[in-house]
């Protein structure tokens, strides 16, 4: 019997694909914020920039094939994130 149920869903492979290259929204918003911080900080003459919340793993990621160094963490239940230079 085939399957002839229409759907708009990307393989699995694709997915995989799209989440590790950051092709999402979540990642592509985190990563402007993330840029415009770091561009800010260098403005500024400062040799760090975070802020709220975890980043995605694949703007960790490619922050730190540029060479940054990127920290998560929390206290007291706020979530944060550094990346230095």
Do not use: T
Not at 46 to 74: I, M, R, T, W
Request: glycine share 8%.
């Amino acid at each position: 019997m085939e399957n002839k149920l229409e759907m708009n869903i990307p393989s699995a492979e694709v997915a995989r694909k799209s989440f590790e290259d950051g092709e999402y929204k979540k990642a592509q918003e985190q990563a402007a914020i993330v840029s415009q911080r770091i561009n800010a900080a260098i403005a500024n003459g400062q040799k760090q920039a975070g802020g709220e919340g975890f980043l995605e793993d694949p703007v960790k990621s490619h922050l730190e094939c540029l060479g940054y160094k990127v920290s998560n963490g929390s206290q007291m239940n706020e979530s944060y994130w550094s990346v230095s230079w």
